[in-house]
Structure formats: structure tokens, C-alpha cells
């Protein structure tokens, strides 16, 4: 009778990370936090996840690429920033290095600040933004220091007064 019990609780969460799987994608460590939060054993857990990652429906580096993808399409971002996004759904760090270096990979990170630059300031960066404050717009954007130094020096930005 206890293994009938535990069958079927291993059957009814499948279910829910099923409908939860149909709405949108989660990484592994995402539904481990949320079965943990719904009073779910470790073990079924474990158990459960393990059939989804089988049947190729948990994929981490699938969710990594296709993730960070579009985070670099909607709007120009460093790869600190891009690092940091992906460690907060739970991307392990080995992997994060990966997918980012891949999506870096012959990408001049110079352009991709300046062009950030621009589409928040305009064409005339010259003129009408100062460095402190393209500095701290590139920062929180995950730019390290060098590209931003690189970036500011092209674009010829005044002191502030």
C-alpha cells in the first residue's frame, strides 16, 4: 500500500511540473525551489525532475542560450550583467561561462556599449552626455571597465563642469 501511495504522489507531481512546464520553461534549480516551497520530499523531487531532464524537457543549457538570446536582442547588455541574470534562475557557473562565452564569441563588446550609448543618448553623445553619467549607464548595463573606458574615449564625451 505505501508504494501505491508514493506512486501516486510521484504521478500527481510529474502532473504539476507538467502544467507548470506547458506554461513556460524553468530551470532546474527554479522548480526545485518551487516543489521545496509546496512541501514536496527531496526525494520525489529528485525523482520527478529526473524523468522531465530524460525526456528532454528540462534543459538547462537549452533555457541558458534561449534565454540570454533574447535578453541580447531586446536591449544591449554586458556580460557581467548577462552572468548575472543567469545565475539568478539558477544557472550553475560552469555553464553561465559557457553561454556566454559562446554568445560573446566574435562580438566587439566596444560596438555593443556604444550602441547602447546611442540608442539611450542619441547621436550627439558629444554634446549632451557626460562622462559620469555614460559611465554608470554602462556599468548597470554589465560593461566592464575596460569597454566603458574604450567607449567614453570614442566618443569624445565633455568633462562635467
Known amino acids: 500500500m505505501a508504494k501505491n501511495k508514493k506512486e501516486q504522489r510521484i504521478s500527481n507531481l510529474k502532473e504539476y511540473i507538467f502544467n507548470l ?51 541580447l536582442s531586446l536591449k544591449p547588455r554586458g556580460p557581467r550583467l548577462l552572468d548575472f541574470e543567469l545565475s539568478r534562475k539558477g544557472i550553475d557557473k560552469e555553464l553561465r561561462a559557457h ?21 539611450k543618448y542619441g547621436e550627439k553623445i558629444n554634446s549632451t552626455v557626460l562622462k559620469n553619467k555614460a559611465y554608470q549607464f554602462l556599468m548597470r548595463l554589465g560593461f566592464s571597465y575596460d569597454t566603458i573606458s574604450e567607449v567614453i574615449n570614442r566618443t569624445e564625451i565633455p568633462d562635467e563642469e
Open 21 to 71: 512546464l506547458a506554461r513556460r520553461d524553468y530551470t532546474e534549480e527554479q522548480l526545485k525551489e518551487k516543489l521545496r516551497k509546496k512541501g514536496y520530499p527531496p526525494d520525489l523531487i529528485q525523482e520527478a525532475i529526473g524523468y522531465f531532464k530524460e525526456k528532454g524537457l528540462i534543459d538547462d543549457e537549452r533555457l541558458a542560450f534561449r534565454y540570454a538570446q533574447a535578453r
Open 99 to 119: 553561454v556566454i562565452n559562446e554568445l560573446f564569441k566574435g562580438k566587439n563588446e566596444i560596438a555593443l556599449a556604444l550602441n547602447a550609448l546611442r540608442k
